[in-house]
Every structure is written in structure tokens, then in C-alpha cells.
């Protein structure tokens, strides 16, 4: 309908989200609320505590390299109606995946272990997931486009913003609705403009970084926390997927069902 896409245009930023994730357990850890290396489950309710396959401990390092053990699965991931959205240790335990690898054996992408880790810093902060990230990212960066809770009510100008979003088929075929709300909202849920977009990645990329207290920190976190096989090739940074760009890139991708980051 020659709606343009502009500066004030909202996209979804599916896995990308992950990052959040990421940087919020390295601001923990940076202030010693969290240990990378120690079993999660001594961060987690009773809820979670019989619920794996292995005693083996599950540190937040497999959640972030992803080879925690657990199967993917995507009962749930996306959501078409609000009243079916859980709060996140509800939606969490509504399917709980198997975890059929011993931790640190197998890299398997899941979307679950992420927004468990997310879960872990709601625990750890005392704050809901989104409502950490607003005060600890979005604010300092000054984000003021971007929405995180599965419901886009976070921020309500992305989530008006959002109905704009139109999707198609390879052919141009429109696709009357392709807005799904994502229940492990950690995983994929972030939705902004592509100016936020950017302020987060140079954010990253700067030495005196707003989101972290000492350049040490973001030192290790672009340190490799996985390699490929038994090879010196590094495969995750702290979260971050090594993606082979002609020459090494560290980043993160994603997708959602109208969106690609």
C-alpha cells in the first residue's frame, strides 16, 4: 500500500532479545550477585529443582553456549491470544523440555534455556525480567523505543507501532496477521525501532560502555566460552555466536514469524 518503512518504524528483533540476557547476567555478575560456573538451581524455586534428567550441575555458562542438554521445543513458543500469556516461571514449567545430553557435551540451540537464564535474573535482581532490563539497559542507553514484555505493554507507542508491521510470502502474498506474542519473552519478544537497534550494538562495541560498570567486564565477555569440537575455534562468546562473515564476527541473529534480525 506504499507505506514506507522509516526511522519510526518498529521491527521485531526476534533472538536477537538473547542479548538482554546476556549483558543482564554479566552486570550480575560483575557486581558478585551471580557465578557463572555455579549449578543455576541453587538460584531457582523449589519449583525447578526435580525437573532435569541429569544431577550433573547446569551452570549459567551451558545456558549461555546452549549446551545445557535440553531438546528444543516450541509448544507454545508463539502465542496468538494475550490471555494465554504466563508469567515466566509459569510459562516455563507449562513445558518443560527433556534434557537428554549431559551438561557441557552437546551444543543444542534452546530458546528454553535462555528465558530460564532470564528467570534466573529475575531471582537474582528481584525485578520481573523486562522491568531489569528497562531500568539497567534501555534507560541508560536512552532505548526509549523499545518494548520487551510478551505483550508489547512496556512500552504502548511500540505497541500501536506495531500494528503497522504488515508481513508476506515470497510471491508478495500479504499476510493478513503474522503478530504472535513469544511466552519465553527473554528468547524473542524485543520490538523497536531500528535507531534502538543500533544504540544497543554500538553499545556494545564501546570501551566505556553505559551498560557496564568496568571495561573488564566486557572484556570477558567477549572472551570465547565454547569452541568447536576439541579445537582451539572459538564457537560462543559469553552468549554471543561466532558467525563466519568472510571474517570473524561475534553477534547474534533471529527471527520471528515476519521478521528477520
Request: hydrophobic share 40%; aromatic share 12%.
Amino acid at each position: 500500500q506504499g507505506i514506507p518503512l522509516t526511522e519510526e518504524s518498529v521491527v521485531e528483533w526476534g533472538s536477537a532479545t538473547k542479548l538482554f540476557v546476556w549483558v543482564s547476567v554479566m552486570q550480575l555478575w560483575e557486581q558478585g550477585k551471580l557465578d557463572l560456573e555455579k549449578d543455576v538451581r541453587e538460584y531457582l524455586p523449589e519449583s525447578f529443582q526435580d525437573i532435569f534428567t541429569y544431577d550433573t550441575p547446569i551452570t549459567m555458562l551451558h545456558l549461555m553456549n546452549h549446551n545445557a542438554g535440553f531438546q528444543e521445543v516450541y509448544a507454545d513458543l508463539f502465542i496468538k491470544e494475550a490471555k494465554d500469556i504466563l508469567p515466566l516461571e509459569e510459562a516455563l514449567l507449562s513445558h518443560v523440555p527433556p534434557q537428554i545430553f549431559e551438561p557441557g557435551t552437546v551444543a543444542a540451540y534452546s530458546n528454553w534455556g535462555c528465558a530460564l537464564a532470564g528467570f534466573v535474573v529475575e531471582e537474582v535482581s528481584g525485578m520481573s525480567f523486562a522491568d531489569y532490563v528497562h531500568e539497567n539497559i534501555f534507560k541508560p542507553l536512552g532505548m526509549e523505543h523499545s518494548a520487551l514484555a510478551a505483550d508489547l505493554s512496556d512500552n504502548p507507542w511500540v505497541q500501536e507501532k506495531r500494528k503497522e508491521l504488515q508481513c508476506y510470502m515470497p510471491d508478495g502474498t500479504l499476510i493478513p496477521d503474522c503478530f504472535y506474542y513469544i511466552g519465553l519473552y527473554p528468547a524473542g519478544m524485543c520490538t523497536s525501532t531500528l535507531s534502538d537497534f543500533e544504540t544497543f550494538g554500538k553499545a556494545l562495541l564501546a570501551e566505556d560502555t553505559p551498560l557496564l560498570a568496568k571495561e573488564e567486564t566486557r572484556q570477558v565477555l567477549f572472551t570465547p566460552s565454547a569452541y568447536l569440537g576439541n579445537t582451539n575455534v572459538p564457537s560462543n562468546y559469553h552468549g554471543f555466536w561466532v558467525l563466519p562473515y568472510g571474517v570473524e564476527v561475534i553477534g547474534h541473529g533471529g527471527n520471528t514469524a515476519g521478521c528477520s534480525s
